[in-house]
């Protein structure tokens, strides 16, 4: 029995230098976002869209929480708003097309941190996943035959049978925390990351618009900056100050 209760006190105070060296944050960010589709072929070689892939400028807003389990390494997740999509250019014969996709996502990532802090700034890189839902979205096409233009004006884009409502892959990126407070718990963030998405966004091929559609695969991707604020609690940054020599008084 004495044994049992010295296990349990010296696990009980592993556990609470452990949780001491943790420090853990809440908060929010907003900022731009640009999405664009990615083109991926199925054969080597080929390289020709018929048009170019152009930047769909929207907005990123979310909440993250975020752990630094020592002074190198963390994980980062968060619950995100995106507003992406694509804009497509492109000629067939006579016929030039523009199609401008629109679309609201709901992002949740799940990034690994490596860094470096000191008392008031922490800088890293990050590496992970995302799982994406787009639960609305909308799309404009245009086309310019002989100079005679027919457009059909911002629609509601079709998820049930053209589009995939479900959006995953790859994000990367990086950012820095700055201690603003006196009590080094509040801290301004910048965080750029981007995703790199692995599920086609066509549901049955891609469309006829574009050039040998049969040999493509269109995916997501999106660039985010985030600018916002975090609420740090546990470890506090400043242990992380620099040890300074305490001054020996000289002996009479």
Same mark, same amino acid.
Request: hydrophobic share 35%; net charge positive; aromatic share 12%.
């Given at each position: 029995?004495?044994?049992?209760?010295?296990?349990?006190? @010296?696990?009980?105070?592993?556990?609470?230098? /452990?949780?001491?060296?943790?420090?853990?944050?809440?908060?929010?960010?907003?900022?731009?976002? #640009?999405?664009?589709?990615? $083109?991926?072929?199925?054969?080597?070689?080929?390289?020709?869209? +018929?048009? !170019?892939? +152009?930047? &769909? @400028?929207?907005?990123?807003?979310?909440? &993250?929480?975020?752990?630094?389990?020592?002074?190198?390494?963390?994980? $980062?997740? *968060?619950?995100? #708003? $995106?507003? /992406?999509?694509?804009?497509?250019?492109?000629?067939?014969?006579?016929?030039?097309?523009? @199609?401008?996709?629109?679309? $609201?996502?709901?992002?949740?990532?799940?990034?690994?941190?490596? %860094?470096?802090?000191? =008392?008031?700034?922490?800088?890293?890189?990050?590496?992970? %996943?995302?799982?994406?839902?787009?639960?609305?979205?909308?799309?404009?096409?245009?086309? =310019?035959?002989?100079?005679?233009?027919?457009? !059909?004006?911002? !629609?509601?884009?079709?998820?049930?049978?053209?589009?995939?409502?479900?959006?995953?892959?790859?994000?990367?990126?990086?950012?820095? &925390?700055?201690?603003?407070?006196?009590?080094?718990?509040?801290?301004?963030? #910048?965080?750029?990351?981007?995703?790199?998405?692995?599920?086609?966004? #066509?549901?049955?091929?891609?469309?006829?618009?574009?050039?040998?559609?049969?040999?493509?695969?269109?995916?997501?991707?999106?660039?985010?900056?985030?600018?916002?604020?975090?609420? !740090?609690?546990?470890?506090?940054?400043?242990?992380?100050?620099?040890?300074?020599? @305490?001054?020996? *008084?000289?002996?009479?």
């Amino acid at each position: 029995m004495k044994k049992l209760l010295l296990i349990v006190l @010296v696990m009980a105070a592993m556990l609470q230098e /452990s949780q001491a060296k943790i420090q853990a944050g809440v908060g929010i960010k907003v900022g731009p976002t #640009f999405g664009r589709y990615n $083109n991926k072929f199925t054969k080597p070689g080929q390289s020709n869209i +018929g048009g !170019t892939l +152009g930047h &769909q @400028v929207g907005l990123h807003a979310g909440i &993250q929480g975020r752990i630094w389990f020592n002074k190198f390494v963390g994980i $980062n997740l *968060a619950a995100e #708003f $995106n507003m /992406s999509g694509n804009k497509y250019k492109g000629t067939k014969g006579t016929v030039i097309t523009t @199609v401008t996709n629109k679309e $609201n996502q709901l992002t949740i990532p799940l990034t690994a941190m490596v %860094g470096w802090g000191n =008392e008031r700034l922490r800088i890293f890189g990050n590496f992970g %996943g995302y799982f994406g839902y787009i639960f609305n979205g909308k799309n404009n096409v245009s086309k =310019e035959t002989n100079g005679s233009v027919a457009e !059909t004006g911002y !629609t509601k884009s079709d998820y049930d049978n053209v589009l995939q409502k479900i959006d995953a892959g790859i994000r990367l990126g990086g950012g820095i &925390q700055v201690y603003v407070d006196k009590k080094l718990k509040s801290c301004f963030t #910048f965080d750029l990351n981007y995703d790199y998405g692995l599920v086609d966004v #066509f549901r049955e091929g891609t469309p006829a618009y574009y050039n040998n559609p049969q040999k493509l695969k269109i995916t997501n991707s999106k660039i985010m900056i985030g600018v916002g604020f975090l609420y !740090t609690f546990g470890k506090s940054q400043a242990e992380e100050a620099p040890k300074r020599p @305490v001054p020996v *008084a000289d002996e009479e």
